[in-house]
């Protein structure tokens, strides 16, 4: 199974995009899962987690502008990102904690997908 991250593209400042993660076989479902991001030069942060039970955590930078939620019935997460700005520029990661019937199937990393925010 593989982690599959989508969404990303380019956008101006204050525009808004929604990043999707979902398993690449149905029979995997998410139970946790975290987005990360890097930007060149920079390393990898924390954007925003989902805990199994709903919980949820936003690092700073993007609180008030970003959303993580979950659709059970299509078995993915989202990030929905607003009012975007050109510092919100780099490669963002989903991973998740897998369930596969009914037991954890271990953590998982989606490939990156690109968010480029123009000024």
């Known amino acids: 199974v593989q982690l599959q991250a989508s969404g990303g593209g380019l956008v101006h400042a204050g525009g808004s995009l929604r990043l999707s993660c979902t398993p690449s076989?149905?029979?995997?479902?998410?139970?946790?899962v975290s987005w990360y991001r890097q930007a060149p030069g920079n390393q990898r942060e924390l954007v925003a987690d989902?805990?199994?039970?709903?919980?949820?955590r936003y690092a700073e930078f993007v609180k008030g502008r970003f959303v993580i939620s979950r659709d059970v019935a299509k078995n993915a997460v989202y990030l929905q990102m607003n009012n975007l700005k050109p510092e919100d520029t780099a490669v963002y990661y989903c991973?998740?904690?897998?369930?596969?019937?009914?037991?954890?199937?271990?953590?998982?990393w989606g490939q990156g997908t690109q968010v480029t925010v123009s000024s």
């Open positions: 991973a998740a904690d897998l369930q596969y019937m009914g037991s954890r199937a271990g953590d998982y």
């Open positions: 989902l805990t199994s039970g709903g919980v949820t």
């Open positions: 076989e149905s029979s995997y479902s998410i139970s946790a």
